[in-house]
């Protein structure tokens, strides 16, 4: 029972003509399958990290420079302007694309779970790992870059407001995200929901069976309206308190004075200093962050990439920028006097200097950060091939085994852990059940996939879908069962599409069918039943038909058609594909491959001929001289039926597949089911309430084991026990009985 629901063994119901009894298959081994590396996504991950460490170190250069200049002017410059320096270089030297797409790589990272595979003694599960105070720090102070790219779109309609707004704005967007971090991190959330087509009807499978969510888009979202609320509040206090401060003065709302043509925009409204209405003042330190380079005799405009000259000045000079010319004011004749006023000046450039250090070890602090998160396009720190991707596939695979659907749940709880399994060798692989395409072949047959199914397969390998046919057509006025008896038990599959041979005709490939089958068929069926008008009308409206797969399906279910199942043979194996879609913070989904396998034919190793071997082997028989079907009618009537006066066992007798005389366990199973080549076998599915047991029961083991350290421990201990069996020497090498 057990390995029933694991999927190691089947139960079968065998019908004949005159009995039935059901058994149980002998155990078969699992199939290990590994995970496929080349299907983790690392396209836009890559170039996503190029750019940031780019803005890095473009921040990281000018800096230096800045520092160089500070120096040889003995720090003797506005400290106050260099806490611009993130807003102004940022906007000068990056440029608000990049600027916006650092900022929202780290919205993405907050807005992704911090998900980690986690390995204790042999105890593997996924586990949500809280972000320490100063990575959140860190990575909220990133997503400022947002408002910053905000305020700097807009600094021509803001002027000299910006000044003011900027740095609230950016504390009260850092304040809020890093509470909303703290209070609500992203959680994962899993949910299979499988969905089937038919690639090829009773031979290949298709399914998506759920997905699993990284990251929160509805979170994304949140944290820039988090940025344009913070730059809207901002503005507001702003421009009030601009308007009572005038107020209370008794001035009037000083009016933007012009804009420098050489000085951008970020520089005008953060940097500048004005002596006068007709004149622009800067010193070393803010031409370099304004995209100006002080050379000996001139400035090197990297905006413009041209070289203006200018008169030979010291160190010290200011820059004196008229509109529309420029000067320098020098201040070479004047005496260096230390006063308290140039101690606080040089007290604020160290300052500022420490401000730009600290950003650049944020900035290289959020590369480090990066690195494992965007190593990937889920956006997942930590997830690799042999750990995550290949727990996630046994995590869907166990849960398909039990069940075709699961609510919405988060897969970082221990429910989900799993013992069978050691992800931390460098090859790691997940065991499948050899059934499990079998075992969900008819579960993928709703009448929307079988038409699809039917009208995408080779016409050529259509009779070779495994149904003993009952029916010519929907309607049931041509029966076609091989026996009396079997025509009796078809009685109870009229809901059954499959047992209509109308269901694939009116849906395959018909000029392939035809050259591959057409004789054998016009032999078999049309022919018998040409010979009248209805049959005439019948196979002209069936090889026709046009109707839509919706419309087609209609039809079915107007004839009382409600299923398609197929029985059960082993001359060919179904194969099936299953993909799980990751989530990220996005909203897009990457499809994982958790099983793959292909749908083969092995007749060479059948043994299931004997029980009834199928529409295209009773075709191929017809064309033989040599069988007993040569030339003869399966519409029953027929005045040349082919079982009138031969019975279907006599057929595979003939064929090969069966002996004359039977062995004595063949001839027991005969006494119970009726004679061989019309006998049904049809699959038994595991009853749900066994699968809520054994379910049950591992959530329960599981949930023993994330306790503490002592029971993982204890269980990883347990030895498995293997038992042995004396073999007769003359049993060596001895092949399987026949018969």
């Known amino acids: 029972m057990y390995e029933w629901v694991e999927g190691k063994r089947e139960v079968f119901t065998f019908e004949g003509d005159e009995g039935a009894f059901t058994t149980i298959s002998p155990s078969k081994s699992s199939v290990p399958l590994a995970a496929n590396p080349l299907e983790l996504p690392q396209n836009a991950c890559n170039y996503v990290r190029y750019i940031i460490t780019y803005v890095t170190f473009a921040l990281s250069g000018v800096a230096v420079v800045l520092v160089g200049y500070a120096a040889v002017a003995r720090f003797q410059l506005g400290g106050l302007q260099l806490l611009q320096f993130n807003r102004v270089v940022g906007s000068v030297w990056i440029g608000r694309p990049f600027l916006l797409l650092r900022g929202m790589t780290a919205v993405v990272m907050l807005s992704t779970a911090n998900m980690v595979f986690v390995v204790t003694h042999g105890f593997s599960h996924l586990q949500l790992e809280a972000r320490s105070i100063v990575d959140i720090a860190v990575l909220a102070g990133e997503t400022t870059w947002v408002s910053y790219t905000i305020i700097d779109f807009c600094l021509p309609f803001l002027g000299d407001l910006s000044a003011v707004l ?35 009807v009773d031979n290949m499978i298709e399914c998506s069976v759920g997905s699993f969510t990284i990251g929160n888009s509805t ?4 944290i820039c309206v988090i940025h344009l609320i913070a730059v809207g509040v901002a503005t507001a206090c702003a421009v009030g308190w601009t308007h009572f401060r005038h107020q209370r003065s008794g001035t009037r709302t000083a009016t933007t004075a012009m804009h420098h043509l050489l000085i951008p925009m970020a520089a005008q409204s953060y940097l500048v200093h004005r002596p006068n209405d007709r004149m622009t003042q800067l010193d070393n330190v803010s031409c370099v962050m304004s995209g100006m380079i002080p050379l000996v005799a001139g400035l090197f405009d990297a905006k413009l990439w041209g070289y203006i000259p200018l008169e030979k000045r010291s160190a010290s000079d200011l820059f004196l920028l008229p509109n529309p010319t420029f000067r320098t004011k020098s201040q070479a004749g004047k005496e260096f006097v230390e006063s308290r006023q140039q101690r606080i000046m040089r007290f604020m450039a160290i300052v500022g200097l420490g401000y730009i250090a600290m950003t650049l070890a944020g900035s290289y602090g959020y590369l480090i950060l990066t690195e494992s998160t965007m190593a990937n396009d889920f956006w997942w720190a930590t997830f690799n091939t042999t750990g995550a991707q290949t727990y996630l596939s046994m ?51 709703s009448l929307s996939n079988v038409v699809v199914g039917l009208r995408k397969m080779d016409g050529c390998q259509v009779p070779w879908i495994f149904s003993a046919y009952c029916y010519v057509d929907f309607d049931r006025r041509w029966e076609m069962a091989n026996s009396a008896g079997k025509q009796t038990r078809c009685l109870s599959e009229k809901t059954n599409g499959a047992v209509y041979l109308e269901s694939i005709l009116r849906n395959a490939q018909w000029n392939d069918l035809m050259s591959c089958w057409g004789d054998d068929l016009n032999t078999a069926v049309f022919a018998p039943i040409g010979a009248t008008n209805d049959g005439k009308a019948w196979l002209q409206a069936t090889q026709t038909n046009a109707l839509t797969v919706a419309d087609e399906v209609n039809l079915w279910t107007a004839k009382g058609i409600t299923t398609y199942a197929t029985q059960w043979q082993n001359f060919k194996r179904p194969g099936v594909m299953e993909f799980v879609s990751i989530r990220n913070a996005f909203g897009i989904s990457y499809p994982i491959t958790i099983k793959k396998s292909n749908g083969t034919f092995r007749l060479a190793s059948q043994y299931t001929y004997k029980m009834y071997w199928g529409l295209a082997n009773d075709l191929l028989a017809t064309r033989e001289n040599s069988s007993l079907l040569s030339g003869k009618s399966f519409v029953r009537a027929s005045r040349n039926y082919a079982f009138e006066n031969t019975s279907m066992e006599q057929v595979l007798v003939g064929a090969g597949y069966m002996p004359s ?79």
């Open 166 to 200: 900027s740095p609230i704005s950016a504390l009260v967007g850092w304040l809020v995200v890093v509470i909303l971090e703290l209070a609500d991190p992203v959680a994962v959330a899993a949910a299979i929901d499988t969905k089937c087509k038919a690639v090829t």
């Open 219 to 222: 979170r994304l979202v949140w």
């Open 395 to 445: 995590v869907f695979t166990s849960q398909l085994q039990l069940s075709s659907r699961v609510a919405p749940t988060q897969i970082d709880t221990v429910l989900y852990g799993d013992t069978g399994a050691w992800y931390g060798a460098a090859k790691t692989s997940i065991a499948t059940s050899p059934l499990y395409a079998t075992a969900i072949e008819n579960e993928a047959h």
């Open 661 to 739: 005389v039977l062995g004595r366990n063949m001839a027991t199973l005969r006494s119970i089911l009726g004679p061989f080549g019309s006998i049904d076998v049809r699959g038994v599915p595991c009853p749900p309430s066994v699968r809520a047991l054994f379910n049950s029961v591992n959530q329960i083991v599981t949930t023993v084991l994330a306790r503490d350290d002592v029971h993982k421990y204890n269980y990883s201990a347990i030895m498995p026990t293997y038992s042995f069996a004396m073999l007769p020497n003359a049993w060596r090498g001895a092949g399987p009985p026949t018969t």
